[in-house]
């Protein structure tokens, strides 16, 4: 860009806006990649002051906006309308809308707010210390602490030996690690650059490698493979096919010969490998995708609900998969899912076009030099083949869902838009009725975030802790030490989360789960906790019936009260909203299993239970009880 037309300083509101969101990504990053709502109520607090200032700042410094920020409203708009009238699940569907809303505004933000190269370099940096960070935690996870995790949590056993860092998941952090190893492999080589700007560029790069390869992530290095071997033959448009192909050849064998070389060296890696040729790539994504895939089916054009996807699932859940997926572990067949044919291409498409009009600027047209060398060429070609990586990985994982990767990833394709399409930067023409109308609807937006997203946040994260206690105490019996003082915290937990949350379906239903199990606790009272229980499990249904969990409490309130015949018709809904889900056929049987008459059909619903899952404790420890208990005459 012509040195004319950049801002003679950098103004104080751009490094507002450029701090604001190095805090927002440094705080999320750092605690699970802001996987649990309760760092989410600081995350989305955060977001509501960035665009708060940022719109403020219109006032002051008003710029011209970059179209490209205007590619993605409509899909907010559209996705907001989903959640209003299509989802059936709509507190889960305003906390997924908010997580676009936050990803599409820190690329607003980063494009329109943070223009200047030392904040825009400034960011990136950011992100190469927290990568570094992670990669520390990731060697005290691999060889000193195999089960350590943030926040005093405790690594799954399903990736113990992998790192994860500052994330709960491997593959999240190898995905952080995709937008930026590119992009230092450019600093290391670029024209220019000092003998210190090498080393540490190039020793940076290193270290970012090396946590990759300690997370053990096939999809990042498939998708990182990928995108190096694709990019010489899209951007190297003057060059001839020939030698973009010798190009891609090289990268292809350069690609094989670290690959072999990690085989060779990792048992662990070698132990990866062998697993995917045994099940031939994978065993339990394609049931996701096929899940996904049926659900998009049955609602093409709209989908099936924003945020809908983990509760629909168990009507596509097939026999012996015990697994909650949460997500479809593929964020493209995610939101086809989800939010139709028509979301889908409101947002990829838009994706798509910006992505087109940047790779099709003539380069006459592409912004030029400034001396730094975050405006540099090749340094935002990094970045690009940063992106298309992560794009790859896309397929395989859910991204999108995780908020410190979407910002991540925002601010990174904010960087490589803002220059790979470049816009007049000059302040417009002062019409002082626009500028206040601007901000005051930017302004609106962020105080609805803070007033109406936040306390849905507080909520949940009351309740996911409320849950995570009723869970351990459950399976412990009522005498053991410390459970009524558990159940009350629990309890307490989930009455704050329904005053904070009440449309929060869920909670009201983890409400009536806690009432119930308060009967251990005082038995004298089973039919007036019963009454109570059943009450919070009719509001849970009255928010949303496409559940079993719902039914099954109000059939458990019911039994509670006596009610055997009522309660039955709850569990028969149950089962057939999951019918290959052993928790509701485990409920199932232990109601029948309270009528001496029924102990056949409740012999057979446990059955059906252990079949899908033979390790179900509760389903064991209703076996043994039957097994004991004498038979009706």
Known sequence: MPAAELPPRVSGWEWAQAVLLAVNLAWTTLCLGGYLPETMVITSALTALLLGVHFLSC?????????????????????????????????????????????????????????????????????????????????????????????????????????????GIPNSLAAFFLLLIPALGALTFRRGASATERVMFGWLMLVLGFGLVLTISRGAGIGL????????????????????????????????????????????????????????????????????????REHPAWGSGGGSYNVLFEKHRPERFPDEPQWAHNDYLNTLSDYGLAGFTLFFGAVGAIARRCFSRRREERAGTTGV??????????????????????????????????????????????????????????????????????????????????????????????????????????????????????????????????????AWSDLAYVTALWAHVEPGRTVELGREAEAAAERAL???????????RRGVARDMQGRWLEGGNDFTRATSIAPHNAITWYYYADHLSRKGTERGLAEAALAFCLRLDPGNRPGLALRHRLAISPKAP
């Open 542 to 552: 009255t928010i949303s019936r496409v559940g079993p969990e719902s039914w099954i």
């Open 373 to 506: 060398w975050v405006d540099e060429r090749a340094f935002i070609s990094a970045l690009a083949v940063g992106t298309l990586a992560f794009g790859f990985q896309l397929i395989v994982d859910f991204h999108f869902k995780i908020p410190a990767l979407a910002m991540a990833f925002a601010t990174v394709a904010a960087l490589v838009v803002g220059r790979a399409w470049p816009v007049a930067t000059g302040p417009e023409p002062k019409s002082g009725v626009w500028n206040v109308a601007f901000a005051v609807v930017g302004v609106g937006g962020a105080a609805a975030i803070a007033l109406w997203i936040v306390p849905d946040f507080r909520g949940e994260a009351f309740r996911y802790r409320g849950r995570e206690t009723i869970d351990r105490l459950a399976i412990s019996p009522p005498a053991q030490a410390g459970y009524r003082a558990g159940l009350t915290a629990a309890r307490a937990d989930l009455a704050r989360a329904v005053a904070l949350s009440p449309a929060n379906g869920q």
């Open 59 to 167: 006032l002051r410094e008003k710029v011209r906006t970059h179209p490209a920020g205007w590619f993605l409203v409509p899909f907010v708009a559209y996705a907001a309308a989903n959640i209003v009238w299509v989802t059936p699940v709509r507190w889960i569907g305003w906390l997924d809308w908010f997580g676009w809303v936050q990803m599409i505004a820190v690329f607003w933000v980063v494009l329109n707010g943070v223009r200047s190269p030392a904040p825009r370099r400034a960011l990136f940096l950011v992100l190469v210390a927290l990568g570094f960070v992670a990669v520390v935690l990731g060697s005290y996870q691999r060889f000193v602490r195999p089960d350590w995790l943030m926040l005093g949590r405790v690594q799954s056993v399903y990736v113990l030996g992998r790192a994860s860092g500052p994330f």
């Open 225 to 296: 493979a990928l995108a190096l071997a694709v990019w010489p033959m899209v951007a190297a448009r003057r060059r001839s096919w020939q030698r973009r192909i010798r190009l891609t050849a090289a990268v292809l064998a350069a690609v094989m010969l670290a690959g072999g070389a990690l085989y060779a060296a990792s048992p662990k890696i070698r132990d990866r490998v062998v697993t995917a040729l045994r099940d031939a790539g994978e065993k339990t994504r394609p049931i996701m995708w096929l899940a996904s895939w049926k659900l998009f």
